[in-house]
């Protein structure tokens, strides 16, 4: 009896799990179906399957959005090679060493983390104006690229568990500063550094009214900022395209998630908790 | 403790300046520096282009233009004049251009001409390129984008746009042509490059502040206007509609009309990228209910008397309460649009959508704008018979948005004073001239779908014997547009595109019933109170304390 | 903080006034490359965090539209407290994030729970990517969709239309009535994603032994949740709820792609729309700084605040 009371309970937790998977799942497909769907069709039968399947949608969507894909290709490259390789050698000397200063502006990096995104939006709207950098990737790199505290503050912890032992080693055969960093530090944290590289990408991939403000024109615009621009921008939506851009502004990340999955779970973990 | 305490603060100057040295850096070439930061301007906004055109059209609603072939090349169409000055004989280098739109994108579209003339000035000076810069968005982002690259000065080394806003109008960023204007175009036959705007150069009113003249445009010869209403016949016969509405009377009677038979009467989207079609129907109500104040606030403090209202006699007029929310003509504004509203099409506080209702045969009534018209005409899904016609007045005289009967159509053209630093002020100033010479204004004309024509012909003369054009271009025409557009005491046509936004909130929570009308009027005033505010602290030299 | 240390320098030490200059300067030399390798973040931080929190704040005390500044002293947050819109945007943000702390309690953690109570194996595994996916799919796509689901002839009308319900049909962005209530629908049923992650990682981190020691006692599976589990988790709740907090005070996306903050004046404004708008539309980059301002006040007090509870929740244990 016990036994068929906690099958039945099971049964329960997958039947509620199907119901909120529909729902979820709902808006998703739906994104995809429209996708293929042309302007007629979709005052006809809007949530019906598409029939037949415009593939135009596509062809249009990608002439727009290629551009975009590739500025956030090199946006996210350039700007995490940099953070990450500032906020690596920071880390790094916070987390082993001693030196005249050091409590003073180590806080006064952590400080950085209480400071909301919102109080920075415009005076660094106006710093990109001012030196003319509005619709170029620049505007976008450089604000990303400042973006390390929180990377800091998950690679110094990591520094610092480090076994005193490795470095010792080290420095017995004469390394210096810079050598117990780039071959000692360097190849330990890999596996962490590129998890919080996939939190900055997936953070990067994700902001919409910062592009949005400076680099609203085709040499520099992103791509969830070309969605939206595709869709209200121009004379006449089409609006399978759009939803066909928008599934298209996706596939990248859906991409970087199979390939890396778990490295992406425990980076977007750790960006969020310590965040 | 003392000293510890300073060392760092040396050492956070030493890092200040060296921040400086290295933001200076990226100022130097802002542009060259990301390697893809200039994508092919072609590639993208092609996307502009709607993929319809590729279905066949039916043949008996087809206009004579759309018969010819697209291709610029062919042997049917007049060749471009030829573009070489002596003057400047040896212009060389790269002519960044900032588009409204992708101007090459669509053969069929009006802009599409000018498009033909830039390629064919480039074809005739060999060491130029043109690289295009489409700029796209909602015209007000368009204009947000103007303005904020004017001011970060990454603007282009020439913009062009489709018409000119007063509140982007800035002296300080932009050429002024004044001169050039004074001295003869190279080519050109006339004494001053002035003569060359038909028209006696009307187009260049509207863009010059203090004898400072910041744009040029290709005139349009004619009257035509910019806007009009496409009305769908099939719905008009259901309605048992004889005769399109002249008067507001006959135009509400219509409506009713058409609502009982189960159209939606009148389209009229609040929200996205066709919010401005709202208002400029406040434009059009607005100039007949504040015809007194208009005449009071233009030539207001100092200002030249030209049935045009400035930012500055706005701004004036709201100071010395000559426009204000206790005026009738605002609480009629409002009270108009809310018994008007019952008519509009559903939703028309909601995002737009998606496609286009009118051509989907669900409204009877859509404003247009011209340049737009080749989308409803080239749509092969427009089985129906259609035509246009122009808003009955609601009192006085109905007058037209746009620049009617100032070159309306053609495109405005500027200069960024940043030009003139890159050394590229000689190779946009020649492009611009070339434009502009009758010549090319000639062929403009030649290959408008409205051919230009003499003002005031009227729609029997710019169409002869083609009943299909006439029908479809009656409401640019007619009636005829000659100096007979809104003055512009309204938020639109003086603060900008932008601050419309805010009005058109106002109305949407009036219409809605979030707002009674005691309150509608008082954000409107506190809107109208915080624009002059701003626009006086931008301009010192109004000296509006005095006024 | 100084656990560990691994000093090439010797630590400094604290050494009488006279000296210490000369002990700071003969640090300072020979840490020289310790310096240059934090120089590149502290460069940025200047650039992109110091200067611009202290121009904002000092901006929002002006009139500044990029060509002129022009102190106008606190004209500015007269007028944002004078707006009757400025207010109902901070009450559309405070009904926002209520409706999301509400959220954030509840749909993700019954979906973590449900997962992480089947047994270890495939269907687990597979209920966990299914809800883990969704990640993937950037926000503001989810929000353009979700846009298009609320349109007039939008999926949400069509279902309800479908299932006989068609009098329940609205235009649910274009009703002051459901404009606010549709942003924060948004998402539904808001079991997918980061919070789903972060409640399944903390249920399953729960030794087995504490439940089968309550499974012992005949405790049962509702009981065994809230008075075991559900304590040990409280740490992840409460971070989740600091972070929805936090983003909701400060997010924007969803009102400006589907509303632009209507309709009307203030059908879904909240105040860092309010804030974006200024400065895009009005290019007021002066007023716009004054909301940015408030907004880092309300955020630090609020995190402030969280801070001296949890310092006060660990010194309690």
């Not at chain 1, 939506?237 to 939803?243: D, H, K, L, Q, T």
């Not at chain 2, 092609?46 to 018969?67: S, W």
Request: glycine share 6%; net charge neutral; hydrophobic share 50%.
């Amino acid at each position: 009896m016990a036994h068929f009371r906690r099958h039945l309970g099971q049964y329960a937790i997958h039947a509620i799990l199907l119901i909120l998977a529909i729902f979820t799942a709902i808006p998703l497909i739906t994104l995809v179906n429209l996708s293929f769907k042309d302007p007629y069709q979709f005052n006809v039968d809007p949530m019906g399957p598409a029939s037949p399947l415009t593939f135009e949608n596509y062809a249009l969507a990608w002439r727009f959005m290629q551009d975009p894909l590739l500025h956030n290709i090199i946006v996210g490259i350039v700007s995490i090679t940099a953070s990450i390789a500032m906020a690596a050698a920071t880390a790094f000397v916070f987390a082993r060493f001693e030196f005249p200063g050091r409590n003073w502006l180590f806080g006064a990096l952590m400080l950085i983390l209480l400071v909301p995104s919102t109080v920075l939006f415009v005076p660094t709207y106006q710093l990109i104006i001012q030196f003319s950098l509005q619709n170029t990737l620049w505007s976008l790199i450089l604000p990303y690229a400042a973006h390390q505290s929180l990377i800091i503050v998950v690679l110094r912890s990591f520094f610092a568990e480090l076994p005193s032992e490795m470095f010792d080693a080290a420095k017995v055969d004469g390394a210096g500063v810079w050598q117990l960093f780039t071959r000692i530090a360097i190849p330990l944290s890999l596996p962490v550094m590129s998890a919080m590289a996939i939190f900055q990408i997936w953070w990067i991939w994700n902001d919409y009214a910062w592009p949005s403000l400076v680099a609203n024109a085709p040499e520099a615009r992103t791509a969830v900022a070309a969605v939206i621009f595709f869709n209200d921008g121009m004379f006449r939506p089409e609006p399978g395209a759009g939803m066909a851009a928008a599934v298209i502004a996706a596939i990248p990340m859906v991409i970087l998630f199979l390939v890396s999955m778990r490295t992406f779970v425990a980076g977007i973990t750790a960006g969020a908790l310590k965040g | 403790m003392f000293a510890l305490r300073k060392i760092p603060i040396w050492l956070a100057l030493a890092l200040l300046l060296m921040l400086v040295v290295a933001c200076a850096a990226p100022t130097a070439a802002p542009t060259s520096a990301p390697p893809t930061a200039a994508p092919a301007p072609t590639k993208a906004p092609e996307a502009t282009k709607p993929p319809a055109t590729t279905a066949p059209q039916p043949a008996a609603t087809k206009p004579p233009e759309a018969t010819k072939p697209p291709a610029p090349t062919t042997a049917a169409k007049p060749a471009a004049p030829v573009a070489t000055a002596a003057s400047r004989a040896n212009l060389k280098g790269e002519l960044v251009m900032n588009t409204w739109r992708d101007i090459g994108a669509d053969p069929k579209h009006p802009n599409y001409t000018l498009y033909l003339l830039f390629q064919e000035w480039q074809k005739n000076h060999p060491g130029v390129t043109i690289k295009y810069q489409p700029m796209l968005g909602t015209v007000v982002e368009i204009f947000g984008y103007i303005t904020t690259n004017l001011r970060s000065k990454t603007l282009a080394d020439g913009v062009m746009q489709v018409f000119p806003s007063p509140a982007q109008l800035d002296p300080d960023l932009q050429y002024d042509f004044s001169a050039d204007l004074a001295k003869q175009n190279p080519y050109s036959a006339n004494k001053t490059w002035k003569e060359d705007f038909p028209l006696s150069a009307v187009a260049l009113n509207d863009v010059t502040v203090k004898d400072k003249v910041l744009m040029v445009g290709t005139t349009y010869v004619g009257d035509l206007g910019d806007t009009a209403i496409l009305y769908n016949q099939e719905w008009l016969d259901k309605a048992g509609i004889k005769t399109l509405p002249k008067t507001w009377a006959e135009f509400y009677d219509a409506m009713a009309k058409l609502k009982t038979a189960g159209a939606q009467p009148w389209y009229m989207p609040m929200a996205g990228n066709e919010a401005y079609i709202f208002t400029w129907y406040v434009n059009i109500l607005a100039d007949q209910l504040y015809d007194d104040a208009i005449k009071e606030c233009d030539g207001a403090a100092g200002d030249k008397k030209d049935n045009r209202i400035s930012q500055m006699e706005i701004s004036w007029c709201i100071k010395k309460a000559k426009l204000s929310s206790k005026h009738l003509g605002t609480t009629k504004l409002f009270e108009e649009m809310k018994k008007w509203s019952a008519y509009w099409h559903e939703g028309y506080q909601a995002p737009p959508p998606a496609g286009d209702p009118f051509i989907q045969g669900k409204v009877a009534f859509r404003s247009i704008v011209r340049i737009n018209m080749p989308f409803v005409e080239n749509d092969p899904n427009v089985k129906f018979k259609w035509g246009s016609f122009y808003l009955p007045p609601l009192q006085g005289q109905a007058r037209r948005v746009g620049n009617a009967g100032a070159g309306s159509g053609s495109q405005y053209m500027f200069i960024p004073k940043t030009t003139q630093d890159k050394g590229k002020l000689d190779l946009a100033l020649d492009l611009l001239q070339y434009v502009t010479a009758p010549k090319s204004i000639e062929y403009w004309c030649t290959l408008q779908t409205v051919p230009c024509y003499q003002p005031g012909s009227g729609i029997e003369k710019v169409f002869p014997g083609n009943a299909v054009m006439q029908e479809r271009y009656r409401g640019f025409i007619e009636p005829p547009a000659v100096d007979n557009r809104v003055r512009g005491l309204d938020i639109n046509n003086t603060y900008g595109q932008a601050s419309t936004t805010n009005e058109t909130k106002i109305f949407q929570d009036y219409l809605s019933g979030a707002m009674t009308l005691d309150q509608a009027l008082t954000a409107y005033q506190r809107l109208l109170d915080q624009l002059a505010d701003t626009a006086i602290r931008q301009h010192p030299e109004w000296n509006a304390d005095k006024w | 903080m100084m656990s560990q240390e691994l000093t090439i320098a010797k630590p400094i030490p604290r050494a009488k006034s006279s000296q210490r200059v000369a002990t700071l300067v003969e640090g300072v030399r020979r840490n020289w490359l310790l310096y240059v390798l934090i120089l590149p973040t502290f460069l940025f931080s200047i650039a992109f965090y110091y200067y611009p929190m202290a121009s904002g704040i000092y901006h929002s005390f002006t009139y500044w539209d990029i060509k002129r500044t022009i102190w106008i002293g606190f004209e500015n947050y007269q007028r944002m407290f004078d707006d009757p819109v400025a207010l109902a945007a901070w009450r559309n943000m405070l009904t926002i994030l209520v409706s999301q702390l509400v959220i954030v309690m509840t749909t993700p953690l019954l979906g973590a729970a449900l997962v992480a109570h089947l047994r270890p194996g495939l269907a687990q595994y597979g209920w966990r990517m299914m809800f883990v996916m969704p990640i993937v799919v950037p926000a503001t796509v989810v929000v353009f969709v979700w846009r298009w689901f609320y349109g007039g002839d939008g999926g949400l009308n069509t279902i309800l239309r479908a299932l006989g319900l068609g009098a329940l049909t609205h235009l649910w962005l274009g009703e002051n009535a459901t404009a606010l209530w549709a942003i924060i629908g948004t998402g539904f049923p808001w079991v997918a994603g980061l919070n789903f992650l972060i409640y399944l990682a903390a249920l399953q981190s729960i030794p087995e032994e504490l439940l089968d020691a309550a499974r012992v006692d005949g405790a049962s599976a509702f009981r065994r949740f809230f008075q075991i589990e559900l304590p040990l988790i409280r740490n992840q709740m409460m971070v989740l709820i600091v972070l929805t907090f936090i983003f909701y005070l400060r997010s924007f996306d969803a009102p400006l792609i589907m509303t632009n903050g209507g309709p009307g004046m203030a059908g879904t404004l909240v105040p860092g729309l309010q804030m974006y708008r200024a400065v895009r539309d009005d290019l007021d980059l002066g007023y716009g700084s004054a909301i940015g301002t408030v907004l880092f006040v309300v955020t630090l007090g609020l995190m402030l605040i969280n801070q001296l509870i949890s310092r006060r929740q660990k010194s309690d244990a």
